[in-house]
């Protein structure tokens, strides 16, 4: 099947076609934030995308100024889970006045670690089962 995209998608067009064309699976989509989306929330979709979990994932950055990929309602709409990697994080997307999923998670992880630090992602997996995240 031979799929036309449009010239030039924006995040809220191609999150509407992806629905529309069903290509995002029957997993449960998450959108992982933390400050800028270059270490902490990259590595936290990445862990989610993966055994046990297997989601679909999106990472997004709260400080809008830095992040590669900010948040945005589309991202916020397409999410079925939240999660986010801090308090701080939290805090700054609901000054924004998004509107978020009803599964909200928020995690304490420090912004010291590069991406895929395997002591980052040792501490990812256990703020999860502190959160109660649901596989």
């Known amino acids: 099947m031979k799929m036309e995209m449009p010239d030039s998608p924006n995040i809220s067009e191609a999150l509407r076609l992806g629905k529309e064309l069903g290509v995002f699976g029957a997993w449960p989509r998450v959108l992982c934030v933390c400050s ?3 270490n902490r929330s990259p ?4 862990v989610l995308s993966h055994d046990p979990y297997n989601f679909n994932t999106i ?3 709260s400080h809008t100024y830095k992040a590669l990929v900010p948040v945005t309602q589309a991202l916020l709409d397409w999410a079925q889970r939240l999660v986010f990697v801090s ?3 939290y805090k700054m997307v609901l000054k924004f006045g998004l509107t ?4 909200v998670y928020v995690l304490n992880i420090k912004d010291s670690f590069s991406y895929r630090d395997p002591t980052l992602i040792s501490i990812i ?3 999860l089962a502190l959160a109660k ?3």
């Open 36 to 38: 800028a989306a270059i």
């Open 43 to 46: 590595t936290l979709a990445w």
């Open 59 to 61: 990472s997004a950055g």
């Open 87 to 89: 308090s701080e994080n």
């Open 100 to 103: 978020l999923p009803q599964e």
């Open 125 to 127: 997996h256990e703020q």
């Open 133 to 135: 995240f649901k596989r």
